[in-house]
């Protein structure tokens, strides 16, 4: 058992009070004392709340002079402060208010000081709580095994990059901690569930519906899909644990013997929860294993209907496991025992690759053949270009495809990069070998024939797919015998590799 420190002796439960009237007039002083991503950004040289760096540095810690200060002080940067100078700066009622949430704490023996019990922070026009990092004044020693992972890291950020935000009726988040995906989709969905396992997440959720005034958020707590058993989804979400570990000792961190229990338990749920034209979207790390790519086994792990489902994984990155657990060690993240015991373990289910990857994954509405692909992250908004390669597919196996293509026009998207490879031989130069490649909508680079980068190259301004097959003919470049079908392969194979746009599905606006 941990001993509790001292100084947390007098720490209150945070989230277990969210009377209407406290919460209000905390959400007043957040809004009054402008606390936005910019201001905190601002005030701290911080570029993103991702970033945030303590405004501690060259300062005298819990020193402010203003009301941000103070909050930042708090509640980002996890200061002793001293009770006089909290009161010089924001309103009594506010500073009532959040002693009453439980916010606040002081230690057993110093009544001149406080802390916050919980780091409070805006992300993405929300305010959000979740649990106090180590460095923490008021954060126990070590943490508790249920604390509530922060929405402002950089894992979270990659996984709300690859959620798109279009509406959707009924959005469920799996492993939600402080709920930050569900809070996010409350403003396109009809009604936004957030699940996990710990009460003190699903408290802390809560709290951040309420504070935030969000009546369509739903909170609920269990293993898994287990509270939400006889619902089902058009949009499900996950952020699960993923680090290999035998034993759960961080709940929102550890994912079994191969960080994989999680990944598995919510993909095997998808026949059960997700709805036929439904998605699924993920990051986790899962592996490369001998004879088996993550994305094969992710169509695995949905079960015997996963005929019915399409699958994309978009690698962000991917490590060998020797290496990374070797690195691990170096650090001094885990001993070399550990670090062993893990590349032992790793090699023992044949694990090839660590791979960290966004996915999503669409259950058809109508029967169709599978779809399974393997794309690398380019651009920064992985959704959109995750939900576009999931529209391109429905779209590719939808009837009358190929004459609707040949109606259509297509051009060359911007930034699109040809390579090509010449050898000087007898005089003049050969072209060995032709290269095309995108940043986005994922990273892309594709080996060509001159005759084929010939045919992007007519593609500069919008040309009907039709003409351009006619031109084609006329130009000598091709036989007219199957050119439409040619043709249309030809582009389908470019607008999948994100170097053509067509106008029947045109490309994810995404920022590089
Ligand atoms: C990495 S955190 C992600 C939190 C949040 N979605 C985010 O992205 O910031 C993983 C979460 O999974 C929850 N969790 C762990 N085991 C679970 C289980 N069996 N069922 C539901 N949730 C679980 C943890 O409590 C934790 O909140």
Same mark, same amino acid.
């Given at each position: 058992m941990t001993a509790a420190p001292e100084s947390l002796a007098r720490r209150a439960e945070p989230g277990r009070v969210t009377d209407a009237q406290s919460m209000a007039v905390l959400r007043e002083l957040l809004a009054d004392t402008g606390l936005t991503e910019e201001a905190v950004c601002a005030r701290t040289g911080a570029t993103s709340i991702y970033d945030f760096t303590s405004i501690r540095e060259g300062r005298v810690p819990g020193q402010a002079s203003d009301a941000l200060d103070v909050l930042i002080r708090l509640f980002l940067d $996890? =200061? +002793?402060? =001293?009770r006089a100078v909290?009161? !010089?700066? +924001?309103p009594d009622r506010a500073v009532h208010a959040i002693e009453g949430l439980g916010l606040l704490g002081a230690p057993r023996h110093d009544a001149s000081k406080q802390f916050a019990t919980v780091l409070l922070y805006p992300t993405n026009n929300l305010w959000l709580i979740s649990d106090l990092p180590l460095t923490a004044a008021g954060s126990p020693k070590p943490l508790s095994a249920d604390a509530v992972y922060p929405a402002i890291t950089g894992n979270t950020r990659d996984f709300l990059s690859s959620l798109p935000r279009t509406p959707c009726n009924r959005f469920l988040e799996m492993c939600g901690g402080t709920g930050i995906a569900a809070l996010i989709a409350s403003r396109f969905s009809t009604r936004a569930? %957030?699940? =996990?396992i710990t009460e003190r997440s699903t408290r802390y959720a809560r709290f951040n519906g309420e504070l935030n005034n969000i009546d369509n958020f739903l909170p609920v707590q269990g293993d898994l899909y287990e509270p939400v058993r006889g619902l089902t989804f058009d949009r499900i979400v996950a952020h699960p644990p993923y680090i290999a570990a035998v034993e759960q000792t961080m709940i929102y961190r550890d994912g079994g013997p191969d960080g994989e229990q999680f990944t598995r338990a919510l993909l095997r749920g998808l026949p059960e929860f997700l709805e036929p034209g439904g998605r699924y979207f993920m990051t986790c790390v899962a592996t490369d294993r001998v004879n088996a790519p993550l994305e094969q086994r992710v169509r695995e792990m949905i079960g015997d209907s996963n005929a019915e489902f399409d699958v994309v994984v978009a690698e962000r990155a991917t490590r060998d496991p020797v290496e990374y657990f070797r690195a691990v060690a170096k650090g001094g993240e885990s001993t070399v025992q550990d670090s062993k015991a893990k590349i032992a373990a790793y090699a023992a289910i044949q694990a090839e690759k660590l791979v960290y990857a966004s996915m999503a994954i669409e259950r058809h509405?109508?029967?169709? %053949?599978p779809f399974t692909a393997r794309r690398s992250v380019g $651009?920064? !908004?992985?959704?959109?270009a995750l939900e576009w390669q999931l529209d391109w597919v429905r779209l590719r196996e939808s009837p009358e495809f190929a004459a609707r293509m040949l109606d259509s026009r297509v051009h060359c998207l911007e930034g699109v990069q040809i390579r090509s490879d010449q050898r000087l031989v007898g005089g003049s130069w050969n072209v060995e070998r032709l290269e095309v490649s995108v940043e986005t909508p994922f990273r892309t680079s594709v080996e060509c024939s001159a005759e084929t980068a010939a045919i992007l190259t007519r593609c500069t301004a919008p040309i009907l797919l039709r003409d351009l097959a006619r031109d084609l003919v006329a130009d000598g470049l091709v036989g007219s015998k199957g050119v439409d079908a040619a043709v249309v392969s030809l582009a389908s194979f470019f607008v999948n590799a994100g170097c053509l746009d067509t106008e029947l599905l045109p490309a994810p606006a995404t920022v590089k």
């Open positions: $996890g =200061d +002793l402060m =001293d909290i009161r !010089q700066h +924001l569930w %957030t699940a =996990d509405a109508s029967a169709r %053949t $651009g920064a !908004q992985i959704g959109a």
